[in-house]
């Protein structure tokens, strides 16, 4: 073979060569649409998780949760659109705030399931899309190509739900455990064995707990019977330099905190079998036995009680906290052993805050910190980076929707109200990024506490009280726990009046429905 003949053989080899990688390149599929893994919890207080680093954080036993803020961003400024359970749900299926969704109300929790929500979205694209565990929406799940929901609150034992798809409800049973245990048990199955293996996956995995009733589950039984939980500096306020919507409220305590709800509301506990029982009664006994000690009646309001009640409310809220982080590590050792962990995007959110003995209170629905602010950790491998703690932007359960579209890659519907999170969660928050944000709560029916509305730029919040027409103001700087308002101090009036003004703003914006008179001046029962 000549020198001209080998040219030629090597020019067509490099030839074929050229041709068959650009046709493997062409070939190459698309990186994998990532599974997304929302985890969601009831009234686990952001204060109890020891990430947050709060007054708990030496007690809070929440080890998964906090190796989840290691790897991924943990935000401090996420706010809930209204401080109830039902309203924070439907906020999150649908982007919406409540007056739009129509779930403004607990009472009033009648999801009209023919609406816009992102997992119907998502199913369209490809998505498998699942919910198990609590709904708490009134209605039978739409849109999810599976689900197995508690039946209303759900109890804490042996839960009854009701296991479908997307056709509706096709079987009711009783599942026999604890209500945490058997939400991870169902959602590491239907990882296993329930999903097109073929597509991407949404997973909604929704705990009762930390809801109140506060039984936790047998492993965590002993786990706080020797810690003394630490006090908040004001868990006797005595309200006395603020409206008369936290004075006439019945959130407290040491007044309204009854014997059955502390040691075990029947109504939330579940029917028991005999094991169960036993084990159960032994374990409460550890608090009951102490209280007959006191030889004091439940509704004494003396001291000596109201710590006691303060500390057999948190050992059990902290105990029913730590069998949510427990089942958070199963789900996710899970998805490391079965090869999904990579390309899985983890999410752990309350759907809004608590008061942990703040105010003397227990419960939420108030706009004060404790009950505005929720916990929320991303752990997005590859995108987030690791130990990221965010106190900068304020996000919201509002954004959910968004940030989920975002990621599955479908465009964004107009109506939808909130953000996609997808710029923050890469490092790039937008320059146009919500600089404050409107808060609603409508309920009038638990705890006497009035619908109330308001804004907060993050550091100063005003609040406005519907009933009686009365507002506060607070300058979380100057007092972070907000204990006296500062709406008649003429130091802050233009502030006030700035704030009144983006209230105004932001009520048009989310086109809000309620009437509010800007201009009602009332003379507050105590010293301007």
């Known amino acids: 073979m000549n020198l001209l003949t080998k040219n030629y053989f090597l020019r067509l080899l490099v030839s074929v060569l050229v041709l068959f990688t650009d046709a493997s390149l062409l070939a190459e599929e698309p990186p994998a649409k990532p599974n997304i893994l929302f985890i969601f919890s009831d009234d686990h207080a952001w204060q109890s998780i020891g990430a947050y680093q709060s007054r708990l954080k030496d007690i809070a036993n929440t ?101 479908g798809n997307i056709e509706g409800v096709q079987e009711t049973r009783k599942v026999k455990g604890h209500n945490s245990n058997v939400v991870a048990d169902l959602s590491i199955d239907w990882l296993k064995n ?6 991407p996956f949404l997973l909604m995995a929704q705990f009762k707990a930390t809801h109140h009733g506060w039984a936790p589950a047998p492993e965590e039984y002993g786990l706080y019977d020797d810690i003394v939980v630490p006090e908040p500096d004001n868990l006797f306020d005595d309200f006395s330099t603020r409206g008369t919507a936290i004075r006439n409220q019945t959130l407290t305590l ?85 090869d999904l962990a990579d390309n899985t995007i983890v999410i752990y959110m309350a759907d809004h805050g608590f008061f942990l003995g703040e105010h003397g209170f227990f419960d939420k629905r108030f706009m004060y910190e404790e009950s505005l ?105 100057t007092d972070p726990h907000e204990m006296k308002s500062q709406y008649y101090n003429p130091e802050y009036r233009e502030t006030i009046e700035g704030l009144k003004q983006e209230l105004k703003r932001l009520r048009s914006k989310y086109e809000c429905t309620s009437t509010i008179n800007f201009d009602y001046q009332i003379q507050w029962p105590y010293e301007k």
Request: hydrophobic fraction near 35%.
């Open 63 to 163: 080890p998964n949760i906090d190796q989840l803020a290691r790897e991924g961003m943990l935000f401090r400024k996420c706010y809930v659109t209204n401080a109830l359970c039902g309203p924070s749900r439907a906020t999150v299926l649908t982007g919406k705030y409540g007056h739009l969704n129509g779930v403004t109300w607990n009472k009033k929790a009648r999801f009209d399931g023919s609406q816009q929500t992102f997992p119907k979205l998502m199913g369209d694209r490809g998505y498998e899309t699942a919910v198990i565990g609590k709904w708490h929406l009134g209605t039978t799940p739409t849109g999810f190509d599976y689900f197995d929901v508690m039946s209303g609150q759900g109890k804490y034992y042996n839960p009854s739900l009701n296991k």
């Open 194 to 199: 329930g999903r097109d293996k073929e597509k």
């Open 254 to 338: 040491y007044e309204d905190l009854r014997e059955s709800l502390l040691l075990g509301d029947p109504g939330e506990l579940g029917t028991l079998n005999p094991g169960q029982r036993r084990a159960w009664e032994a374990y409460r006994s550890k608090d009951r036995n102490p209280f007959e000690a006191m030889d004091l009646e439940w509704g004494d309001s003396s001291r000596e009680l109201s710590r006691f009640k303060y500390q057999v409310f948190m050992r059990n809220f902290l105990a029913t906290g730590a069998g949510i982080d427990r089942n958070v590590g199963r789900i996710r050792d899970f998805l490391k052993e079965h």
């Open 373 to 477: 602010r929720t916990a929320f950790i991303v752990h997005w491998p590859g995108v987030v980076e690791y130990g990221v703690v965010n106190d900068t932007d304020m996000v919201s359960n509002l954004d959910i929707a968004s940030t989920f579209l975002d990621i599955a890659g479908i465009e964004i519907p107009d109506d939808i109200q909130g953000e996609s999170l997808v710029p923050i969660l890469q490092g790039k928050t937008p320059v146009d990024w919500r600089k404050t944000f409107l808060y609603e709560y409508f309920e009038m029916a638990n705890h006497n506490v009035p619908p109330n509305t308001g804004v907060t730029d993050g550091r100063r919040k005003l609040i406005y009280y519907n009933k009686t027409h009365e507002w506060e103001f607070f300058d979380l700087e």
